[in-house]
């Protein structure tokens, strides 16, 4: 006979597998450099008692259509990440010496159809994003966040001379999770490897590799990255 632990877990698993499931790939394996502090952003201790990687976890862990969790990170910092969560879900990776080595390392311990690939430094995810994200990976093989652009972007020479002023409208801002049938991104990474392609982001080697339409979701301008300590001012 169940007790009431084991009845809730197996309505939780009931419900996962009435929704799509996906993988949510957190890569954590950077040093911030930029930051200053001395140590990996990621670590750096919000006025909310998290870190900023909890914080980030957290968005994902509270979400029950989130099947597995991958975190890509410094090998020499796992000692201070086991103690950020308790979820069996988590499956920690140990990242490469870029971002796009540290995914690549990442999606080949993804064990779900769908993936969402994630700044570990993008702490403020709202659940509105997520599920539209989520929604759009259901119906697209591609898909990303992204935001209008606020301001005029010039194009400039090496002399830095104005080439042009690009046409502001069509523009977005990408922003992470972006989101992939876990099959399509991975033969992307295992093209690029062979062929020694590197991209700005994932959803530019699907541009790079394939021939599939990636399709640009509504972000959020509070869904920024922590890149520099302004970016923390007030947090």
């Not at 540290?102 to 993936?115: F, I, M």
Request: net charge neutral; charged share 30%.
């Amino acid at each position: 006979m169940m007790d009431k632990k084991s009845k809730r877990k197996s309505k939780i698993r009931n419900r996962r597998d009435m929704w799509m499931r996906y993988a949510a790939l957190i890569v954590a394996a950077g040093s911030g450099e930029r930051m200053g502090l001395g140590y990996n952003k990621l670590l750096y201790r919000l006025h909310s008692g998290n870190t900023v990687l909890e914080e980030t976890l957290q968005i994902f862990l509270k979400d029950e259509r989130c099947a597995q969790l991958v975190l890509v990170i410094n090998e020499a910092e796992r000692e201070s990440i086991l103690g950020m969560y308790s979820d069996q879900r988590v499956v920690l990776v140990k990242g490469g010496s870029t971002r796009q080595e540290s995914v690549y390392h990442g999606l080949q311990a993804v064990q779900e159809d769908k993936v969402l690939i994630h700044d570990g430094a993008r702490p403020w995810l709202s659940k509105e994003c997520l599920d539209r994200i989520v929604a759009g990976v259901e119906q697209y093989p591609a898909c990303l966040l992204g935001v209008a652009l606020k301001d005029t972007i010039k194009q400039v020479d090496e002399q830095g001379f104005v080439v042009m002023t690009h046409q502001r409208d069509i523009l977005r801002q990408a922003q992470t999770p972006q989101a992939f049938d876990t099959r399509l991104i991975l033969d992307c990474y295992k093209k690029a490897a062979e062929k020694g392609i590197v991209a700005s982001d994932d959803a530019q080697l699907v541009e790079l590799c394939t021939d599939v339409a990636v399709r640009m979701i509504e972000g959020s301008y509070e869904n920024r990255k922590v890149t520099t300590r302004e970016d923390l001012d007030g947090k």
